[in-house]
């Protein structure tokens, strides 16, 4: 069974600066599929960036970005020019890329809150 | 326009009593999703569906039960067997073919207080 941990429960920011999130993940598939979510105190989950695992390249929207070093099995998040509207928890995912069976089911971290400081 | 809607927002539930919670989505998905989340704990899967009709048990599926007799309705039961209810619940929904990078879209959750 996949699993994915996130070893930091609490990060903060300073407004404009930059702050990158932790993810690890552990699983024997080649091909899957990597998330972010967001959610802010509304608690509505928010997709933020997603990776592809046959992907070389890093994801990016505007301003978050991602380090995917599929070697080491590592996703972490960059928040560039932090706003306070970014503080929220954010969780990370996993999907298998395997259309069969029980595989579309997402495999969440248990969360980092983001806490940004004006 | 399309999405999830959960209700109650808000349910309030004594000891010993069953209660259900309501997901509908518009999205033409064909999976959709239970997960729990508490303090500390992240997401926890309770039930999923892939198909009308068929569904299977997540991680933490005793104590409630669910049903998929339609494809935009997938309501959740959280019995009086559940010891624990107190928790907030989402509900998400998914394609179950074709490209899995879509991710899921969520609801915006029902907090459920037992009294």
């Known amino acids: 069974a996949q699993t994915v941990t996130q070893s930091q429960p609490e990060m903060s920011v300073q407004e404009a600066e930059t702050v990158t999130l932790s993810c690890t993940y552990d699983t024997s598939e080649s091909d899957y599929y990597l998330f972010w979510y967001k959610q802010p105190p509304s608690r509505q989950m928010i997709l933020v960036i997603r990776q592809e695992a046959y992907k070389q390249q890093n994801a990016t929207e505007n301003r978050f970005s991602v380090n995917f070093q599929k070697a080491a099995k590592s996703f972490s998040l960059k928040i560039s020019d932090s706003q306070l509207g970014d503080a929220a928890m954010y969780f990370c995912?996993?999907?298998?890329?395997?259309?069969?069976?029980?595989?579309?089911?997402?495999?969440f971290g248990k969360g980092t809150l983001l806490t940004v400081n004006p | 326009d399309g999405g999830i809607t959960q209700s109650p927002k808000y349910l309030f539930r004594k000891e010993g009593q069953n209660v259900t919670l309501s997901c509908e989505q518009n999205?033409?998905?064909?999976?959709m999703y239970w997960y729990r989340q508490d303090p500390g704990q992240g997401l926890r899967l309770i039930y999923y569906?892939?198909?009308?009709?068929?569904?299977q048990k997540g991680d933490i599926a005793e104590g409630y039960s669910v049903s998929r007799e339609k494809k935009e309705s997938f309501p959740l039961t959280v019995t009086s067997a559940q010891k624990n209810p107190t928790a907030f619940y989402l509900c998400?929904?998914?394609?179950?073919?074709?490209?899995?990078?879509?991710?899921?879209?969520f609801g915006s959750g029902t907090r459920l207080t037992v009294v």
């Open positions: 998400a929904s998914s394609y179950s073919i074709g490209p899995a990078n879509y991710g899921y879209t």
């Open positions: 999205l033409n998905h064909d999976a």
């Open positions: 569906s892939q198909i009308v009709n068929d569904f």
């Open positions: 995912a996993y999907r298998s890329a395997d259309s069969g069976g029980s595989n579309y089911k997402l495999t």
